[in-house]
């Protein structure tokens, strides 16, 4: 995967939804630790933050599938 940014929606347990933007390969990240369950804390780097997560309360991650747009 390219590190073209991808937009990605975290939700979380209660309605909290984490917006960001992501390098491709920081997403694959994302989605490995959500699969192995090592760890409960993954820290993730964003284009503009790094931010720490709790896996144990994320219940689902949306990519955005749209390509990025210049226009009106």
């Known amino acids: ?6 937009r ?14 992501l390098p491709g390969p920081n997403y694959e990240e994302l989605q490995k630790a959500l699969g ?7 820290q993730l780097k964003t284009t503009d933050s790094d931010v720490a997560i709790d896996l144990s309360k994320v ?6 599938a749209d390509a990025q747009r210049v226009g009106f």
């Open 1 to 6: 995967m390219t590190d073209e940014l991808r």
């Open 8 to 21: 990605v929606d975290i939700g979380f347990l209660g309605g909290q939804v984490l917006s960001v933007k």
């Open 36 to 42: 192995a369950h090592d760890d409960r804390w993954l």
């Open 59 to 64: 219940v689902y991650v949306r990519l955005d």
